[in-house]
């Protein structure tokens, strides 16, 4: 079976491009270098309960993500207003915590879904069909222009294998691209300047989760919502089931990457517990779990260059590829959407961009360049 379309990376970005070339009729070996689709879209639970808790992306907005509202309610998925009822509370860098009574409701409103994000991914993988073969724990070494295709190196368990591709998206953040992929031709230094300073989303940043038999802040009249100038979290918030009988908080570690590698991640969970009893009272020190989320130290999420965490959103934008590799390579992920970047919806509309110049080039390319590419392992 042949595989004309490769797209590099399987998180929402890839699957969701994916999912569009195969309901275009197209074929597509979808890459993935970990052993899990979904990238840093992650949701996890403790033994035994339905309700899993993101230690990646956490939100969508319906009222100004369009795609995400669509996408979310064609995959039958729930989705549930963030908790936000009851006071807020802030930490000063003194340790004394100050209580408000209204918490900072954002507008408009945010909102998650049922089961965890990572609910997202598992049902666009499950719908993905017999046009999608999905590759795991296999990494892009390489990439070669031939005349009627893209030659790329990769890797497995089974070792080092070849594979043509008339085209291929590449999903993965810039800054991954430049470091670990090689590229003949080798692109100009200022395409590569351009990708090694595209900050990766979300890539110095961790999270901590605890997870409770109930929802004691609530019933303490707190919302579940903190800000602190002390740490080592600087952000919290409520992240129960929607009925809160599955009850949790969330927080963004503030520390930077080398304070987090040097502490260990053992002593930042009991720091993090210790702020969550200053922060709420005596019974945030006894949860039925933890877990920690560093994707700093994550290679596959962040570069040598993102271990300096974002104190800003930035601009992103489509990105360019050198002429030799027009009507080949095409880029996606939330790192190249010009109006969401950064966000779910970002990582869906860069693939929709994807697809749509992959399949015009597709309608003006001569017959010749469209021909068949070999399968998977016929150029070992």
Do not use: C
């Not at 999912?19 to 275009?24: G, H, N, T, V």
């Not at 601009?315 to 996606?332: F, H, I, K, N, S």
């Not at 693939?351 to 070992?380: D, F, N």
């Amino acid at each position: 079976m042949s595989h004309p379309v490769l797209v590099i990376g399987a998180g929402l970005s890839g699957l969701y491009a994916s999912s569009l070339l195969a309901q275009a009729g197209q074929r597509v070996m979808l890459v993935e270098a970990r052993d899990r689709v979904g990238g840093r879209v992650l949701s996890q639970a403790p033994a035994g309960s339905a309700h899993r808790v993101d230690l990646g992306p956490s939100w969508f907005w319906p009222a100004m993500n369009p795609r995400m509202k669509r996408l979310i309610a064609e995959l039958g998925l729930a989705s549930f207003p963030q908790h936000s009822r009851g006071a807020a509370v802030v930490e000063g860098q003194d340790g004394k915590v100050y209580k408000h009574q209204s918490t900072w409701e954002q507008s408009p409103s945010s909102y998650r879904v049922a089961g965890g994000m990572q609910a997202l991914t598992e049902a666009l993988e499950a719908q993905l069909g017999d046009k999608v073969h999905v590759q795991a724990n296999t990494r892009v070494h390489a990439m070669k222009l031939r005349p009627h295709a893209v030659e790329l190196s990769l890797e497995d368990a089974r070792g080092p294998w070849q594979q043509l591709a008339s085209q291929v998206i590449v999903t993965i953040p810039p800054r991954l691209m430049a470091q670990d992929i090689s590229l003949e031709p080798t692109w100009p230094e200022r395409f590569i300047d351009d990708m090694r300073a595209t900050p990766t989303w979300m890539a110095g940043q961790a999270k901590f989760v605890a997870v409770y038999p109930k929802a004691f802040w609530r019933e303490a009249g707190l919302s579940g919502d903190g800000m602190s100038h002390r740490g080592p979290m600087s952000e919290i918030h409520d992240a129960s089931d929607a009925s809160g009988q599955v009850a949790a908080l969330f927080g963004f570690v503030g520390a930077t990457p080398s304070y987090r590698a040097g502490v260990g991640n053992d002593a930042l969970q009991q720091h993090a517990l210790a702020q969550l009893v200053r922060l709420f009272g005596a019974e945030a020190a006894k949860p039925l779990w933890t877990s920690l989320q560093d994707w700093a130290q994550e290679p596959l999420t962040a570069a040598k260059e993102d271990q300096r965490p974002l104190s800003y959103h930035p601009m992103y934008d489509v990105g360019q590829v050198p002429p030799p590799w027009e009507q080949r390579l095409w880029l996606a992920g939330t790192e190249r959407s010009p109006n969401y970047g950064g966000y779910l919806e970002g990582a869906l509309e860069a693939a929709e961009l994807a697809v749509q110049g992959l399949l015009e080039s597709l309608k003006t390319r001569p017959p010749r360049a469209q021909a068949t590419v070999p399968a998977v392992g016929e150029l070992q």
